[in-house]
T-cell receptor, first 114, second 116 residues
């Protein structure tokens, strides 16, 4: 079985500061990795994903995540956050041999303060 | 208009009442899902459907039922609502073909259900 751990339930940070949201996973088989973002009063939307190839993946709004197989981690980072980045961020995994089931972490609420 | 539409967006009901949450999509996707979101627990899969004739239980299906009326419509029912079913419910879609093949889900805006 797969599991996803997001240890930080809330991360407060000042605007323009760097941030890292941690994600660790457990799986006996190879997995694909995802970060979803949920802005207030909205559904989740895909932020970025790791399927194969380069272990560093980037989003269009400046976030990046690095797949570390040895540490079974997929931490999300941004060098300088904006107020508009305030949202809840979910890490998720999917077995490479399963085409449907995403396992989500419990989420990390990023609160960006002016 | 949203690609994945959920109704109602908010509902307050009483214990024992039957509730239906509806989802419709214009993305043309074959696969539809119902998730439940609880604070601190993330999202958990209730039911999923790969096409109109294929419906499957997720990890927390007890107390829920679903109906796939058409490719574009997938409804979730609570036959007899109880307070611990108070949660935010999300419908999602995906497509095995194209960009959906890598597992991307497209979510509705959610239906907040409160059971008193």
């Amino acid at each position: 079985a797969q599991s996803v751990t997001q240890l930080d339930s809330q991360v407060p940070v000042f605007e323009e500061a760097p941030v890292e949201l941690r994600c660790n996973y457990s799986s006996s088989v190879s997995v694909y990795l995802f970060w979803y973002v949920q802005y207030p009063n909205q559904g989740l939307q895909l932020l970025l994903k790791y399927l194969s190839g380069s272990t560093l993946v980037e989003s269009i709004n400046g976030f990046e995540a690095e797949f570390n197989k040895s540490q079974t981690s997929f931490h999300l980072r941004k060098p300088s956050v904006h107020i508009s980045d305030t949202a809840e961020y979910f890490c998720a995994v999917r077995r490479m041999d399963s085409s449907y089931k995403l396992i989500f972490g419990s989420g990390t609420r990023l609160l960006v303060r002016p | 208009d949203a690609d994945v539409t959920q109704t109602p967006r908010n509902r307050i009901t009483k214990t024992g009442k039957r509730i239906m949450l509806e989802c419709s999509q214009t993305k043309g996707h074959d696969r539809m899902y119902w998730y439940r979101q609880d604070p601190g627990l993330g999202l958990r899969l209730i039911y999923y459907s790969f096409d109109v004739k294929d419906i499957n239980k997720g990890e927390i299906s007890d107390g829920y039922s679903v109906s796939r009326q058409a490719q574009a419509k997938f409804s979730l029912s609570l036959e007899s609502a109880i307070p611990n079913q108070t949660a935010l419910y999300f419908c999602a879609t995906s497509d095995l073909k194209g960009t959906g093949a890598d597992g991307e889900l497209f979510f509705g805006e959610g239906s907040r259900l409160t059971v008193l």
